[in-house]
């Protein structure tokens, strides 16, 4: 009998910074194992994605959302993610440079997490374990379980 591994989670992250997305890419691939990370350069790219979503596979259990991109900001993509029914409660966080209270009060206005950016690429890591924590429980555990960072 062959055992089928459970699907990997699905994390979302929108930014038009390359170098940002290169970051955080890098530091998720200690998550490759049960983590799929896909990217996109602004709201309007990962709006037109999750449209494309079969609700019978992988949905995703994360946003991460760059506050200024353009076209479409994280902002606003944060607000159309919570006016669409099956994204409305996936957590998500604004990932920015800004450490502006506003900010922060407008993300948890719309149920989201607000993480600074790091200034340093050695602060990565500590900062995707801080994303990682506005997961739900049950993805927590089993992201943490598998990679040995278990809690």
Do not use: W
């Not at 930014?15 to 490759?32: G, N, R, T």
């Not at 991109?69 to 998500?92: C, H, N, Q, Y």
């Not at 050695?122 to 993805?139: K, R, T």
């Amino acid at each position: 009998m062959t055992q089928s591994l459970p699907p990997k989670s699905l994390v979302l992250y929108a930014d038009d910074d390359p170098e940002d997305i290169e970051l955080v890419s890098e530091a998720f691939q200690s998550y490759s194992q049960n983590v799929e990370l896909l990217t996109f350069a602004d709201g309007i790219e990962l709006l037109n994605f999750i449209e494309t979503i079969d609700p019978f596979h992988a949905s995703p259990c994360l946003f991460i959302l760059d506050i200024n991109m353009p076209r479409l900001d994280g902002k606003e993509t944060l607000r159309r993610l919570r006016r669409i029914e099956s994204f409305s409660e996936v957590p998500a966080v604004l990932f920015s440079t800004s450490s502006l209270p506003a900010d922060a009060s407008f993300a948890r206005n719309f149920n989201a997490g607000f993480v600074t950016k790091p200034l340093h690429t050695n602060q990565v890591n500590m900062i995707i374990d801080e994303i990682i924590d506005h997961c739900s429980d049950e993805v927590k555990k089993n992201i943490r379980r598998k990679n040995g960072n278990g809690n």
